[in-house]
């Protein structure tokens, strides 16, 4: 090996990121890198060692394979936010569950991960534990967790400005309703249910009530309990009270089949203080 080029190449390879950078390509793939190292000289059959030297002194981060960012070491250059870096590894994607809630005001604890959710239609990255758990996708200091729904259950999201980036997020009602599914995502139930005393008359009642039908009877049966006890006029909530559903429901999905059963609502409330021990 020419030892002699290798000053060269690092000088070519940084140069790439510089190029990068002014075209506002925080996150890129090989393919771009390909695209964009003419400019520089580079060529193509050093492209990937190139990156990989990059990557190895601290100029870039790898995301995942054939996915990079650009590291806060590039002079001028803001690191991409964690919420836009998940919307660079799946597709379709909103950030979602506690990382919303967070997001929103509607809860003062702070997630150890980010919350993404997709579809089943995508390849999802993930790393598995010893006994097959799912224990998120790391990057550096940040895990990333994805949660598959059905495509029809992908809605109820916004565009909102994250640093230089628009970034999908699922709006409050849908958040709400995904903690009434799915609380193990947003802390725990008592956790969702403040937030829902947090959004209190600041929520859409009439979106939540449909977004919930959008979805399945449990989580609407969990609703309608929930707003009913917020003190929400019974006539509003007809329509969740009269949705079919065979068998009683858990109101804390994750919490023990214990507790008594309410009959409107089709819900065995296996709430702390609720549960005879």
């Not at 979602?96 to 509607?106: D, F, I, T, V």
């Amino acid at each position: 090996m020419n030892t002699d080029q290798e000053p060269k190449k690092s000088h070519v390879g940084i140069e790439l990121v510089r190029v990068l950078a002014s075209e506002g390509n925080r996150i890129f793939s090989t393919e771009r890198a390909r695209e964009l190292s003419h400019r520089v000289g580079l060529r193509d059959s050093y492209l990937l060692e190139s990156l990989y030297h990059l990557r190895r002194n601290g100029w870039i981060v790898s995301l995942r394979k054939g996915l990079y960012a650009l590291s806060s070491s590039v002079p001028g250059v803001t690191a991409a936010h964690e919420f836009e870096i998940a919307m660079a590894l799946v597709n379709p994607a909103a950030i979602s569950y506690w990382s919303a809630l967070h997001y929103h005001g509607l809860t003062e604890q702070i997630p150890r991960k980010v919350f993404v959710l997709t579809t089943t239609e995508v390849s999802v990255p993930r790393v598995r534990g010893d006994k097959g758990q799912d224990r998120g996708y790391p990057i550096g200091d940040t895990i990333y967790q994805f949660v598959q729904v059905k495509p029809e259950r992908f809605f109820g999201t916004d565009k909102v400005w994250i640093g230089e980036a628009r970034v999908p997020i699922t709006d409050p009602e849908r958040t709400l309703l995904d903690g009434l599914s799915r609380p193990q995502y947003c802390g725990d139930f008592g956790e969702v249910l403040h937030a829902f005393e947090v959004r209190g008359r600041h929520l859409n009642i009439d979106r939540i009530i449909d977004y919930a039908r959008r979805l399945d009877a449990a989580t609407s049966k969990r609703l309608g309990w929930v707003l009913e006890n917020q003190g929400v006029d019974s006539e509003r909530l007809e329509v969740l009270a009269q949705l079919p559903i065979k068998g009683y429901r858990k109101l804390d999905p994750t919490g023990p089949r214990k507790g008594p059963c309410n009959r409107r609502w089709m819900i065995q409330e296996n709430l702390p203080g609720k549960v005879k021990r």
